[in-house]
Nanobody
């Protein structure tokens, strides 16, 4: 099995910063894409940042220039540095990874349990 565990969420004032971390563990043969999504109350889950195994990144306009995704392939970790946070960034943030397991070599999509980020005005 594969587990993703996020950390680093919390309460911050508008304009502040937070750094989220996600550790992948379990029967991992290889990880291709990793990313962060978020879901605010009453809204659909949306992409926040995406990074390939080669380090190429993608951000939606809503967070471009404020958020930075990075990864440590040796440690199976992905990070999200969030700066200039706004109240509208308040949401549960989920870690995502596309993983091939050691047992089957089949690729699958895995999600963390989510971490709450609250930005006060």
């Amino acid at each position: 099995q594969v587990q993703l565990v996020e950390s680093g969420g919390g309460l911050v004032q508008s304009g502040g910063s937070l750094r989220l971390s996600c550790a992948a563990s379990g029967t991992i043969f290889s990880i291709s894409a990793m990313g962060w999504y978020r879901q605010a109350p009453g809204k659909q889950r949306e992409l926040v940042a995406y990074i390939t195994s080669g380090g190429s990144t993608n951000y939606p306009d809503l967070v471009k220039g404020r958020f930075t995704i990075s990864r440590d392939n040796a440690k199976n970790r992905v990070y999200l540095q969030m700066n200039s946070l706004k109240p509208e960034d308040t949401a549960v943030y989920y870690c995502y990874a596309r993983v091939a397991q050691t047992t089957t070599r089949a690729w699958g999509d895995y999600w963390g349990q989510g971490t709450q980020v609250t930005v006060s005005s």
